[in-house]
């Protein structure tokens, strides 16, 4: 299985470097391989999603390794529940695929596994197809999946928003979602420099009907940033938008800014059917039986 159309929902195929669907839409594929699935018409703003500059803030701050226990215990928990192969595992908001081609790279030792990465942004689907090739990336909304019913075994979030229907909808029964939400205590010290009231972050489930939660885990460790690292991991976060520029050049001055994660990490598993997919007890196929 591959794409489905975002504008009438049908297949699409790939023929030279195009793909197209029965009603003649077409999408091109780029010469970096990646797909353009967002149509004009579905754009909120004529350049969705992060800009290069924190675009390029964050692939700087991952490469440094920082955030690498995060994506190993993502890694871990995916690992641990899939099936056998082959499977097919969906990272929604991937950014520039960090998370997504490990999550790929370990697949591929276990057999045979084809990993999507979508986000909205442009400019950082671009530069993750250029430096993964073991990920299907596509530029596309996470509110309108291009994608099939039923087609993944499972779906990564990390941060990323996206309705629980449409989630519904493209993981396979018993699939699973995981995803990554900050936890209470998360870089409590870049909040402290730009709030006066600092609050723990809320880390109430989010409703997830149509799966139930199977598992929680916490991951919390200190940092210690140099002034670079601590100017990119703010240029990535939501807190760039609020802090003043005095912030800046604490952070521009400071050689060792120590600060700490928390993240929360959730598992769902779908249930076996959604209310819409129930049927009448004389429609009960075999293999349900």
């Known amino acids: 299985m591959s794409y489905q159309c975002p504008l009438c929902q049908q297949p699409l195929v790939l023929n030279q470097r195009v793909y197209s669907c029965e009603n003649q839409h077409q999408f091109d594929q780029a010469k970096e391989g990646y797909v353009n699935l967002l149509p004009v018409q579905h754009k909120r703003s004529r350049q969705p999603g992060d800009s290069a500059d924190m675009m390029q803030a964050r692939r700087n701050f991952l ?12 890694c871990d928990l995916l690992m641990r529940v899939l099936p056998a192969p082959p499977v097919s595992v969906l990272d929604i908001g991937c ?31 671009r530069a ?42 493209v993981v396979k029964p018993m699939g699973y979602v995981l995803t990554v939400t ?63 520029p005095e912030v800046w050049g604490i952070l521009a001055t400071t050689e060792q800014f120590n600060c700490e ?21 004389n429609e009960i196929s075999d293999s349900q039986a």
């Not at 490469?63 to 993502?74: C, I």
């Not at 960090?98 to 697949?107: I, P």
């Not at 039923?150 to 989630?167: G, H, S, T, W």
């Open 63 to 74: 490469d440094a390794g920082h955030y690498q226990p995060l994506q190993q215990q993502v």
């Open 95 to 125: 950014g520039e695929g960090y998370y997504t081609h490990e999550v790929a790279r370990r697949l591929a030792e276990q057999g045979e596994a084809i990993v999507y990465g979508l986000d909205v942004a442009k400019i950082a689907i």
């Open 128 to 169: 993750g197809a250029k430096r993964y090739r073991n990920v299907e990336f596509c530029v596309a909304s996470s509110h309108r999946l291009p994608f099939s019913d039923n087609q993944f075994d499972a779906v990564l979030r990390i941060y990323a928003p996206c309705k629980a229907e449409e989630l519904a909808r």
């Open 182 to 244: 900050p936890g209470p205590r998360h870089l409590m010290q870049f909040k402290a420099l730009i709030y006066q009231d600092v609050q723990l972050h809320d880390t109430t489930p989010e409703q997830m009907p149509g799966f139930t939660l199977m598992e929680e885990q916490q991951l919390s460790y200190p940092m210690t940033l140099n002034s670079e690292e601590s100017a990119a991991l703010l240029q990535m976060t939501p807190f760039a938008w609020r802090a003043r």
């Open 261 to 281: 994660t928390d993240f929360t990490l959730r598992l769902w598993q779908r249930e076996w059917q959604r209310e819409s997919e129930s049927a009448a007890p």
